[in-house]
């Protein structure tokens, strides 16, 4: 069925419950450390990072010649992964987004009606989306886990037998994917993940859904006591922060069913003067919103893409790269993607930052 978005945009609040996660193997990484609090800006082309408790270590490469060749690997196996994305949407047919106009400066002290002047956008994102997409496995199991979570840090997270056994299937849904049996070989081969799937699945739940504890609610409190996030609930699903700031939140298929309620008010696009002009057919976007009355000054997603193809995407990245951005090419993209780790075992987040579109094929 195709559905077709006409409401008018107004965000409201509601509320979704959690995750948990088993005691899985662990592959050694480096750590790095970010320590922005709620409501500061990031700077030029990347949101603010999301703060967590993290050790402070350099995380900076050898040599650049050394990097450069770890990033031509790497982009080797995104552009396998990207060509093996079998459920990825078509621009313009299969979705379609209206752009609007480019969102304006931002204070995030300030509630979603304060900050309406500065709104580039009067109608949604999201002119329409192909439902027909989220009756397949992938779609269907990802979206069974987007109301398993309380969205304010400082809140913990209760888990229940019945979302546990969601992330699972989950799982086991992914590893059955071609995106993440070309990751999980990758990883093998370069001894960072172990080759049992049982084993890797367990690898998979300590990243993606074992709890931990985020900064709490508020910009003086400097720790929440007790878990309240997950990698996977700040990346997919996200977070709000003091009913003010939102956080993490770096997935279309949120973005549009949260739209979809009334509960997202896109304000426009993001750009600057060193990233390129955003393109409705394209793939990544970088926006702004206000979701449950909190604001989000600048978040980047990719568009129209599978589950699949980002869990094998932010996987491989988190596990291979010892640097906070990794830059990698495949099909029309040059991007960088963000990754920021936690306690050298979870993703604190992780998201794409187009850097440019590189010479187009005849057919995309």
């Known amino acids: 069925m195709l559905v077709k978005i006409c409401a008018f945009k107004r965000a409201s609040s509601t509320r979704t419950n959690s995750a948990t ?10 750590t790095d450390h970010f320590s922005l609090y709620a409501g500061e800006q990031a700077k030029a082309e990347q949101e603010e990072p999301d703060p967590v408790s993290c050790s402070l270590q350099s995380t900076e490469g050898p040599t650049s010649h050394i990097m450069i060749e770890a990033d031509r690997e790497l982009s080797a196996m995104v552009q396998d992964i990207w060509d093996k994305d079998v459920n990825r949407l078509k621009p313009g047919t299969d ?11 931002v204070n995030a002290d300030m509630n979603d009606d304060m900050n309406d002047d500065n709104d580039g956008a009067g109608y949604p994102l999201f002119s329409f989306v192909d439902e027909r997409i989220f009756k397949k496995e992938s779609f269907l199991a990802f979206i069974s886990l987007l109301d398993n979570y309380e969205s304010d840090t400082g809140e913990p997270e209760i888990v229940t037998p019945e ?6 299937k989950f799982l086991d849904c992914m590893l059955r994917t071609p995106t993440m049996k070309i990751a999980h070989k990758y990883l093998v081969e370069k001894q960072l993940s172990p080759e049992g799937l049982p084993e890797f699945k367990k690898q998979l739940y300590r990243i993606w859904f074992e709890l931990y504890a985020r900064r709490g609610a508020s910009k003086w409190v400097e720790l929440s006591s007790t878990p309240d996030s997950s990698g996977f609930e700040h990346v997919f699903v ?3 922060r003091g009913g003010r700031t939102v956080i993490g939140f770096h997935n279309w298929i949120q973005l549009y069913l949260q739209e979809k309620l009334g509960h997202i008010d896109y304000k426009g696009y993001s750009v600057n003067a060193n990233s390129p002009q955003p393109d409705e057919n394209k793939h990544i976007l970088a926006l702004q919103f206000s979701w449950k009355n909190g604001i989000k ?19 491989l990245c988190f ?44 057919k995309q």
């Open 21 to 30: 996660g088993l005691n899985p193997l662990s592959c050694p990484k480096p």
């Open 95 to 105: 979705y379609r987004i209206s752009l609007q106009g480019k969102a304006g400066p």
């Open 163 to 168: 979302e546990e056994a969601e992330n699972h």
């Open 238 to 240: 996200g977070e709000t």
């Open 297 to 315: 000054p600048k978040g980047s997603i990719f568009v129209g893409v599978s589950p699949e193809f980002e869990f094998a995407l932010y996987t």
């Open 319 to 362: 596990l291979v790269s010892p640097n906070e951005r990794v830059k990698v090419f495949f099909s029309i993209y040059e991007v960088d993607i963000v990754c920021h780790h936690y306690n050298q075992k979870h993703i604190g987040t992780t998201y794409p930052v187009l850097v440019k579109y590189q010479n187009e094929p005849k």
